[in-house]
């Protein structure tokens, strides 16, 4: 199906005709939009702005099926109303399209998103949630809106503990045996609980014995330079994390596949050839043994420049040299012309540093785009980050555990005053993971990637105010409205008269496609977590003021309000499956 062109587009193509200018259009609480062009031609045209404004009106088709009525406002402001039949015509062609008038891309490109970065043989906490919850949506987004999306997992799976803990692995080789998991312990739960008694015990050995602490570093050189036995070694702790990251995916519903993880190892092979370019080129040079790339705007607090350590004086080598790999891989083999990096805050100035050498080193040119999505930090009620009462940083698994019961004890609660009968105790546990994952991700995507907030269970979890679970409670509702329908079925009229709720959530309805464009654009996944909230709002005044079921209306106006209620919940699934939240039918 074509797209349909939403009713701003069409209003601002007819206001533009009759202004010969572009009308400045937007929402208004003056009217359904306000044009706000006329002033500034008015200004280059030294006309009277208010005369002006007139003229434009004068100009429109006085029969007009689009604009009910225009007024001039102010020194020469246009408020524009549109007609009721305008809106539901334009809504009957949005859900006619099972894409819900979104249009693809015209010229779709391929962006490598690089999101959800854990640690290899380290458990996950709370700082990994922001980076896979926003980059799981950005995925979702991307991909609706047509664009080729790779996805890559920069684990961390490389680097000097590997030695401790593959040496110790070589002495003691039934550390990671699978024995399975205890009783009530998951799979991936046993294996961070062996990976976490392996690391515990080769510190211990590391700390207190200086020749396994000589033998360690000789094993990190082997690794490096590709032995064998030591990279079977390394795989098993890579495999046997991955059991432990699948696990903890899993409950916070995002997939994560293995062709997807390509970590710091996936560079190895490149790191050195990256350092001559480097050097040969002039982009980096030797500053006391160490391959440095210098900013003539970056220095510290001392006046001095600060430099970016492409490789080290002993010759390792840091995350830049396996940045500036990866960034010519995903050029180069992928073909990327967009290159995004859901990493957090603190790591501005890496990036900046990172894409200003690749652009000098010719990785990154005017047709390829290099952008850092930062993220703030999770906080406690208190205002600091996130942690347990003794001080540990939250491991992430027991934060998910934590709202599914909290999510749980809502459910349980709400199902007693059920209309439709009882949730039965399955489907209670079912719905608990749905709304309390739904809960912290909503939290998490509803907040500007820069800000930082509290993390808060309660108001997470709350059916009121702007949480997922508000917005999944008025899914819900609608399609135990539609249930209840009886024959009726949703049916547009355009011939009716809107109610201003009706209009208000039609106007809103008609803005889906526009706001998912401006998320796609910017990368901003709150824009479309607001637009939900204030649709399901926007949905709970038009259920309070224009009766559906009960009372019940006249035929055709009952069609016409199911018409919105169904649209609605389509509207609202969709949404928030691009932010990886469930819609449940029934809470």
């Known amino acids: 199906m074509a797209s349909v062109n939403s009713l701003s587009a069409s209003i601002q193509q007819r206001v533009a005709d009759a202004l010969g200018a572009d009308p400045l259009l937007r929402r208004s609480d003056r009217a359904d939009f306000q044009a706000n062009g006329v002033l500034g031609l008015a200004k280059r045209n030294k006309a009277n702005p208010r005369e002006l404004a007139a003229q434009v ?8 099926e689009l604009i009910s009525a225009v007024e001039v406002s102010g020194p020469g402001f246009l408020n524009i109303t549109v007609a009721d039949a305008a809106i539901t015509r334009t809504l009957a062609a949005r859900a006619a399209d099972d894409r819900l008038g979104v249009p693809a891309k015209a010229e779709p490109g391929t962006t490598v998103i690089d999101y959800a970065q854990p ?3 380290k458990e996950m906490h709370v700082g990994h949630l922001r980076s896979s919850v926003i980059g799981d949506a950005l995925v979702k987004i991307l991909e609706f809106e047509g664009e080729t999306v790779i996805r890559r997992h920069h684990i961390g799976d490389w680097g000097t503990q590997f030695g401790m803990l593959i040496q110790y692995l070589v002495e003691h080789p039934h550390e990671l045996d699978h024995e399975g998991a205890d009783a009530g312990e998951e799979a991936g739960e046993a294996s961070m609980s062996r990976l976490n008694r392996l690391y515990k015990a ?7 014995d200086e020749e396994f602490k000589t033998r360690s570093r000789k094993r990190v050189v082997d690794l490096q330079a590709g032995d064998p036995e030591t990279l079977a070694m390394w795989q098993r702790f890579v495999d046997e994390s991955k059991i432990y990251f699948n696990s903890v995916y899993d409950k916070l519903d995002i997939e994560i596949r293995d062709e997807d ?12 050839e990256t350092c001559k370019l480097l050097e040969e080129s002039g982009v980096a040079v030797r500053s006391n043994g160490a391959l440095c790339v210098f900013f003539d705007d970056i220095k510290g607090k001392d006046g001095e420049p600060v430099p970016l350590i492409v490789q080290k004086a002993d010759g390792g080598f840091g995350y830049a040299a396996t940045d500036l790999s ?15 990096y859901v990493v957090d805050s603190r790591q501005a100035l890496h990036f900046k540093m990172v894409f200003a050498t690749a652009k000098r080193a010719g990785w990154l040119t005017d047709e390829v785009k290099a952008l850092h999505i930062p993220f703030g930090t999770l906080l406690g009620k208190d205002g600091k980050p996130y942690k347990t009462r003794s001080g540990e940083t939250f491991r992430l698994v027991d934060l998910l555990d934590e709202a599914v019961e909290r ?3 809502v459910i349980a609660e709400k199902n007693k005053e059920g209309s439709e009968g009882a949730l039965t105790e399955e489907e209670v546990a079912d719905r608990a993971k749905e709304v309390g994952i739904g809960a912290i991700k909503y939290a998490d995507l509803s907040t500007s990637l820069g800000r930082d907030y509290v993390f808060d269970l309660d108001r997470m979890v709350s059916l009121n105010g702007d949480t997922s679970v508000y917005l999944q409670y008025a899914f819900a509702r609608i399609r135990s409205i539609l249930r209840k329908s009886g024959d009726a079925k949703p049916v547009a009229h355009p011939e009716l008269p809107l109610a201003p709720a009706e209009r208000a959530l039609g106007l809103l309805l008609d803005e889906f496609a526009e706001t998912l464009a401006g998320v796609s654009e910017t990368y901003e996944p709150h824009k479309l977590a607001s637009y939900l909230y204030a649709l399901a709002s926007a949905f709970t005044t038009f259920y309070d003021q224009c009766p559906v079921v009960k009372p019940e209306p006249a035929p055709d106006v009952k069609e016409n309000r199911l018409f919105l209620c169904d649209l609605t919940a389509r509207t609202l699934r969709q949404g928030m499956s691009l932010l990886g939240i469930r819609t449940p039918e029934r809470l």
């Open 119 to 121: 640690n290899v043989a």
């Open 57 to 64: 009106v004068e100009a429109l088709p006085a029969d007009d």
């Open 202 to 208: 080769s510190r211990a050995v590391f700390d207190s």
């Open 407 to 409: 999510a749980s004890a």
């Open 326 to 340: 990866a960034i010519r891989n995903r050029t180069a083999d992928l073909h990327a012309d967009t290159l995004l």
């Open 261 to 272: 993880v390509v970590g710091e190892s996936g560079y190895n092979d490149m790191l050195v």
